[in-house]
Protein backbone atom coordinates (compact mmCIF):
# COMPACT_ATOMS: atom_id res chain seq x y z
CA UNK A 1 0.00 0.00 0.00
CA UNK A 2 1.45 3.03 -1.02
CA UNK A 3 1.52 6.51 1.49
CA UNK A 4 -1.61 8.26 -0.37
CA UNK A 5 -3.95 5.52 0.18
CA UNK A 6 -2.84 4.75 3.86
CA UNK A 7 -3.81 8.33 4.51
CA UNK A 8 -7.00 8.10 2.39
CA UNK A 9 -7.89 5.21 4.11
CA UNK A 10 -7.48 6.93 7.75
CA UNK A 11 -9.94 9.32 6.41
CA UNK A 12 -12.47 7.26 5.35
CA UNK A 13 -13.46 6.62 9.14
CA UNK A 14 -11.65 9.63 11.44
CA UNK A 15 -13.57 8.94 14.25
CA UNK A 16 -12.80 4.97 14.30
CA UNK A 17 -10.30 4.13 16.84
CA UNK A 18 -7.20 2.36 14.50
CA UNK A 19 -5.95 -0.58 15.30
CA UNK A 20 -2.70 -2.56 14.04
CA UNK A 21 -2.72 -6.87 13.61
CA UNK A 22 0.39 -7.92 13.35
CA UNK A 23 -0.20 -11.10 13.42
CA UNK A 24 -3.14 -13.44 12.90
CA UNK A 25 -5.50 -12.36 15.93
CA UNK A 26 -2.43 -11.00 17.49
CA UNK A 27 -3.23 -6.70 17.74
CA UNK A 28 -1.09 -4.21 19.11
CA UNK A 29 -1.65 -2.83 22.84
CA UNK A 30 -4.36 0.25 22.27
CA UNK A 31 -2.01 1.84 24.54
CA UNK A 32 0.75 2.62 20.77
CA UNK A 33 2.02 5.65 20.33
CA UNK A 34 3.07 6.35 16.42
CA UNK A 35 6.43 7.74 17.34
CA UNK A 36 7.93 8.32 14.26
CA UNK A 37 7.37 8.64 10.40
CA UNK A 38 10.12 7.93 8.17
CA UNK A 39 10.90 8.13 4.77
CA UNK A 40 14.13 6.18 3.28
CA UNK A 41 15.96 6.45 0.05
CA UNK A 42 16.62 3.06 -1.13
CA UNK A 43 19.75 2.90 -3.29
CA UNK A 44 20.83 -0.54 -4.50
CA UNK A 45 22.35 -2.82 -6.87
CA UNK A 46 21.11 -6.25 -7.33
CA UNK A 47 22.90 -9.51 -8.02
CA UNK A 48 22.58 -8.70 -11.81
CA UNK A 49 24.18 -5.91 -11.04
CA UNK A 50 21.38 -3.27 -11.88
CA UNK A 51 21.25 -0.03 -10.00
CA UNK A 52 17.69 0.84 -8.68
CA UNK A 53 16.31 3.63 -6.32
CA UNK A 54 12.98 3.86 -4.50
CA UNK A 55 11.32 5.66 -1.12
CA UNK A 56 10.02 4.03 1.34
CA UNK A 57 7.72 5.22 4.55
CA UNK A 58 7.92 3.84 7.99
CA UNK A 59 5.14 4.45 10.73
CA UNK A 60 6.79 3.44 13.85
CA UNK A 61 4.42 2.16 16.62
CA UNK A 62 5.61 2.16 20.33
CA UNK A 63 3.80 0.78 23.20
CA UNK A 64 5.28 2.22 26.89
CA UNK A 65 5.79 0.13 29.92
CA UNK A 66 3.15 0.46 32.15
CA UNK A 67 0.61 2.13 30.42
CA UNK A 68 -2.90 0.68 29.96
CA UNK A 69 -5.43 2.22 27.14
CA UNK A 70 -8.67 0.42 26.46
CA UNK A 71 -9.21 2.14 23.23
CA UNK A 72 -6.58 2.95 20.43
CA UNK A 73 -6.00 6.13 19.19
CA UNK A 74 -8.05 7.77 16.33
CA UNK A 75 -7.86 7.64 12.47
CA UNK A 76 -8.05 11.40 13.46
CA UNK A 77 -5.20 11.47 15.70
CA UNK A 78 -3.09 9.12 13.49
CA UNK A 79 -4.28 11.88 10.99
CA UNK A 80 -2.82 15.06 12.84
CA UNK A 81 0.61 13.26 13.77
CA UNK A 82 0.76 12.53 9.56
CA UNK A 83 0.24 16.05 9.09
CA UNK A 84 2.76 17.53 11.43
CA UNK A 85 5.10 15.12 9.96
CA UNK A 86 4.48 16.37 6.22
CA UNK A 87 4.67 20.18 7.37
CA UNK A 88 8.60 19.13 7.93
CA UNK A 89 8.96 16.21 5.73
CA UNK A 90 7.91 16.11 1.99
CA UNK A 91 6.44 12.39 1.69
CA UNK A 92 6.56 11.19 -1.78
CA UNK A 93 2.47 9.77 -2.28
CA UNK A 94 3.59 6.88 -3.92
CA UNK A 95 5.65 5.31 -1.82
CA UNK A 96 5.39 1.99 -0.04
CA UNK A 97 4.42 2.36 3.50
CA UNK A 98 6.04 -0.28 6.11
CA UNK A 99 4.86 -0.39 9.63
CA UNK A 100 7.66 -1.12 12.38
CA UNK A 101 6.66 -2.48 15.66
CA UNK A 102 7.53 -4.85 18.22
CA UNK A 103 7.89 -5.83 22.03
CA UNK A 104 9.22 -7.87 24.30
CA UNK A 105 6.99 -11.19 22.47
CA UNK A 106 7.49 -10.18 19.18
CA UNK A 107 10.73 -9.26 17.68
CA UNK A 108 10.94 -5.62 16.11
CA UNK A 109 10.37 -5.81 12.41
CA UNK A 110 9.50 -3.69 9.27
CA UNK A 111 5.90 -5.15 7.97
CA UNK A 112 3.53 -4.18 4.66
CA UNK A 113 0.09 -3.19 5.12
CA UNK A 114 -2.11 -6.70 4.00
CA UNK A 115 -5.30 -4.25 3.89
CA UNK A 116 -6.81 -2.03 5.58
CA UNK A 117 -10.74 -2.61 6.50
CA UNK A 118 -13.36 -1.61 9.45
CA UNK A 119 -14.23 -3.94 11.80
CA UNK A 120 -16.04 -3.75 14.94
CA UNK A 121 -16.61 0.39 14.46
CA UNK A 122 -12.29 0.20 14.73
CA UNK A 123 -10.09 0.57 11.44
CA UNK A 124 -7.95 -2.53 11.33
CA UNK A 125 -4.41 -2.77 9.86
CA UNK A 126 -3.37 -6.08 8.84
CA UNK A 127 0.17 -6.20 8.48
CA UNK A 128 1.93 -9.33 7.13
CA UNK A 129 5.93 -10.15 6.91
CA UNK A 130 8.00 -8.64 4.40
CA UNK A 131 9.98 -10.82 2.18
CA UNK A 132 13.19 -11.15 0.21
CA UNK A 133 13.37 -11.09 -3.63
CA UNK A 134 15.52 -11.40 -6.79
CA UNK A 135 14.97 -8.44 -8.21
CA UNK A 136 17.39 -9.40 -11.42
CA UNK A 137 15.23 -12.79 -10.97
CA UNK A 138 11.55 -10.62 -10.92
CA UNK A 139 12.48 -8.71 -14.12
CA UNK A 140 13.43 -11.83 -16.25
CA UNK A 141 17.48 -11.45 -15.76
CA UNK A 142 19.96 -14.16 -14.73
CA UNK A 143 20.66 -13.85 -10.99
CA UNK A 144 24.52 -13.50 -10.09
CA UNK A 145 26.81 -12.02 -12.98
CA UNK A 146 26.60 -12.82 -16.67
CA UNK A 147 28.20 -16.35 -17.35
CA UNK A 148 30.74 -16.17 -20.04
CA UNK A 149 31.49 -19.58 -21.87
CA UNK A 150 34.94 -20.45 -21.87
CA UNK A 151 36.78 -21.12 -25.22
CA UNK A 152 37.22 -24.96 -25.63
CA UNK A 153 40.97 -26.05 -25.43
CA UNK A 154 41.66 -29.37 -26.86
CA UNK A 155 45.26 -30.73 -25.71
CA UNK A 156 47.02 -33.40 -28.45
CA UNK A 157 50.23 -35.60 -27.73
CA UNK A 158 52.74 -34.56 -30.35
CA UNK A 159 55.76 -36.73 -29.00
CA UNK A 160 56.91 -35.19 -25.70
CA UNK A 161 55.56 -32.10 -25.87
CA UNK A 162 51.75 -30.95 -25.63
CA UNK A 163 50.00 -28.32 -27.71
CA UNK A 164 47.27 -26.94 -27.83
CA UNK A 165 45.09 -28.07 -31.46
CA UNK A 166 41.74 -26.52 -32.84
CA UNK A 167 38.90 -28.13 -32.26
CA UNK A 168 38.61 -29.57 -36.05
CA UNK A 169 42.26 -31.20 -35.37
CA UNK A 170 41.54 -33.34 -32.83
CA UNK A 171 42.97 -36.86 -32.81
CA UNK A 172 40.11 -39.61 -32.71
CA UNK A 173 40.59 -43.11 -31.38
CA UNK A 174 40.50 -45.03 -35.06
CA UNK A 175 43.22 -42.15 -36.59
CA UNK A 176 46.09 -43.77 -34.85
CA UNK A 177 47.52 -39.96 -33.55
CA UNK A 178 46.94 -41.17 -29.66
Known amino acids: MNWQS ?4 LSAHPEAPLQFEYASEQYV ?3 YHI ?6 QITSVDCGGKMNAWNEVVVQLWVPEGKAEEVPMS ?3 ALKIIDLVEKSLQIHPDAPVKIEYGDAAFPTRQMLIEEIGTQDG ?10 TQCKANDRGGECGPKKTEKPKVVLQSLGSSLSVANEG ?3 TPESGCC
Not at 122 to 131: G, N
Open 6 to 9: FKDS
Open 29 to 31: SPA
Open 35 to 40: TEIKQA
Open 75 to 77: SAK
Open 122 to 131: EVRVSLVADK
Open 169 to 171: DCC
